[in-house]
């Protein structure tokens, strides 16, 4: 049980410092473009993903059951890929780099459980395609692969196209009355963006604690305490139906996230807010507008999908409508290269500790 408890607190710091990243990339254009100031967009952030969180459990499902075998995702090695995932995320977050901790927390995932099943490769769930739809399937392939291509695709494309169309709409509006205007239409851009954080990122980590609850009940850990730690039992999920998460999992994940963006989200808002490409209110609005409805429709399907590259992406979208000559593409390259780092760079640390762990006998 202490184990298990060891598991829960360090999904809950994993929880904290996603808070540094990902929920930073959900206000960072609101801060920047000065429509609200970083006190107030904490404030709003906290509601919004709050209430995002409530909205389903697909993507906690499929972290829960999707993605690997549940036998082999003991409080051991769950642990190991959860201390991956916050040494990476914490990396990044120190260089100010908006990387993805979904990535990192996957790549954990995957690289803890390969090293525990001693390399083999098929205790990871590739691919279980539907025969009705692809976004249907499951697995690696379906849930993660396709998705982490294609959600930076369409930030960038629809982010360009949905500028460039406000661009054509406003061409003889005064500066100042577009300013006015779309100051106020991004209050509810932001807040429609927190709620689709809510309903991807926080559930995120609900999956893990999902998981490790699930490992638990079926080891018959439960089995003889007392009647409230009883309630932390986990049931099987139906074939084709989400997992149940606990209403105060939810909670704790989702306030524990916004806890974190109040302390240290700073760094990743000054480099997606300012230091990539200069941003008004109307251009924060195209921004989020477009990460947030990639980011939701993805949770309808139960996708993990990245915040920071729907977020990142969507900006680079709406700078290049203004002119490829605004976006700072030095700040991008180095964007760019922490995508493509994290999920083996958390990988092989989760791997590595989880080897580390059955030379010192703690994992068989």
């Known amino acids: 049980m202490t184990l298990l408890l060891l598991v829960i607190l360090a999904a809950l710091v994993f929880t904290y410092i996603n808070g540094f990243h990902d929920t930073a990339n959900s206000i960072a254009t609101v801060v920047a473009t000065k429509v609200l100031t970083p006190r107030q967009a904490v404030g709003l952030a906290a509601i919004t993903n709050l209430a995002g969180a409530f909205l389903g459990s697909a993507v ?23 201390l991956a995932a916050i040494f990476w995320n914490l990396v990044t977050w120190w260089f100010g780099m908006p990387s993805s901790s979904s990535h990192a927390l996957i790549g954990g995932l995957c690289g803890a459980c390969v090293a525990a099943a001693h390399n083999n490769w098929h205790v990871l769930i590739w691919s279980v395609p539907s025969a009705k739809h692809w976004w249907l399937g499951k697995g690696l392939v379906w849930k993660v692969i396709v998705p982490m291509i294609l959600s930076p695709i369409l930030g960038l494309v629809c982010g360009f196209l949905v500028m460039g169309i406000l661009y054509f709409l406003l061409r003889n509006w005064r500066p100042a009355k577009v300013n006015r205007t779309f100051g106020m239409l991004q209050l509810g851009s932001s807040g429609y963006m927190g709620i689709s954080h809510g309903m991807n990122d926080a559930q995120k980590t609900m999956g893990i604690v999902a998981l490790a609850l699930l490992t638990a009940t079926r080891s018959g850990m439960f089995d003889h305490v007392p009647d409230w730690l009883s309630l932390l039992r986990a049931t099987e999920p139906a074939p084709g139906k989400p997992m149940e998460i606990a209403a105060w999992i939810k909670a704790l994940c989702a306030l524990t996230m916004c806890a974190g963006t109040a302390v240290g989200g700073w760094r990743i808002i000054k480099t997606l807010g300012h230091k990539m490409v200069r941003l008004h209110p109307v251009h924060g609005f195209a921004a989020e507008t477009t990460a947030a409805t990639v980011l939701s429709t993805a949770a309808i399907f139960g996708m993990p999908v990245s915040t920071t590259h729907a977020v990142t992406t969507s900006i680079m979208g709406v700078g290049c409508a203004k002119g490829f000559n605004h976006l700072k593409f030095d700040v991008v390259e180095r964007i760019i290269w922490a995508w493509v780092m994290t999920l083996p760079a958390s990988g092989a640390v989760a791997y590595l500790l989880v080897k580390l762990a059955q030379m010192a006998g703690w994992i068989a």
Do not use: F, R
Request: glycine share 4%; aromatic share 0%.
């Open 60 to 82: 906690a499902t499929t972290i829960a059951s999707g993605l690997v075998e549940p036998q082999i995702a003991t409080s051991q090695v769950l642990l190991c890929a959860l």
